[in-house]
């Protein structure tokens, strides 16, 4: 399963680990179909690291939800890892508080194996291009984007390699 995040910044198509991590996935995949992320803006960007997004775009960079009703328990999987640029992560405050916030990091990041559940991952040339646009967004010191970094709409796919 893929999704294609339609960014003012290009489009990120990511590949989305549904066997791996399933009530992660499914969370991710249904506030995709409910239009949950239409305008979500990418809040948080540190170049060489990581790009933040997932509030809704009423709500401040701290809200993050889920469809359970409330922050829901990692699935940290060790054969997953936070190993290569375009890793897509759940953020969180801590463990098992996962919600509606995500990342995608620029760089490896294996300080965050075992911290993060990984559920997909930024695929095709495109894309790749498209997430080096939004790590040169404007961002000051605390990581805030001051730039135009949002997301516009997402598509579903049913095969990661749909067009």
Same mark, same amino acid.
């Given at each position: 399963?893929?999704?294609?995040?339609?960014?003012?910044?290009?489009?990120?198509?990511?590949?989305?680990?549904? $066997?791996?991590?399933?009530?992660?996935?499914?969370?991710?995949?249904?506030?995709?179909?409910?239009?949950?992320?239409?305008?979500?803006?990418?809040? %948080?960007?540190?170049?060489?690291?990581?790009?933040?997004?997932?509030?809704?775009?009423?709500?401040?960079?701290?809200?993050?939800?889920?469809?359970?009703?409330?922050?829901?328990?990692?699935?940290?999987?060790?054969?997953?890892?936070?190993?290569?640029?375009?890793?897509?992560?759940?953020?969180?405050?801590?463990?098992?508080?996962?919600?509606?916030?995500?990342?995608?990091?620029?760089?490896?990041?294996?300080?965050?194996?075992?911290?993060?559940?990984?559920?997909?991952?930024?695929?095709?040339? $495109?894309?790749?291009?498209?997430?080096?646009?939004?790590?040169?967004?404007?961002?000051?010191?605390?990581?805030?984007?001051?730039?135009?970094? %949002?997301?516009?709409?997402?598509?579903?796919?049913?095969?990661?390699?749909?067009?």
């Amino acid at each position: 399963m893929s999704v294609t995040l339609h960014t003012t910044q290009g489009d990120l198509k990511i590949e989305v680990f549904c $066997e791996s991590v399933p009530k992660t996935a499914e969370n991710f995949l249904a506030l995709c179909a409910s239009s949950f992320y239409t305008s979500s803006p990418f809040n %948080r960007s540190y170049p060489g690291f990581m790009i933040q997004t997932g509030s809704p775009a009423s709500g401040g960079p701290k809200v993050s939800t889920s469809i359970y009703g409330s922050l829901f328990e990692d699935e940290i999987r060790p054969s997953l890892r936070h190993n290569a640029r375009g890793i897509v992560s759940m953020a969180n405050k801590g463990p098992n508080t996962s919600g509606s916030q995500f990342f995608i990091i620029f760089a490896p990041a294996p300080h965050l194996d075992g911290k993060n559940t990984i559920f997909g991952k930024v695929i095709g040339a $495109e894309s790749i291009e498209a997430l080096a646009k939004l790590e040169a967004v404007e961002a000051d010191t605390k990581g805030k984007v001051k730039g135009e970094a %949002r997301i516009k709409h997402v598509t579903i796919h049913a095969n990661p390699l749909a067009g």
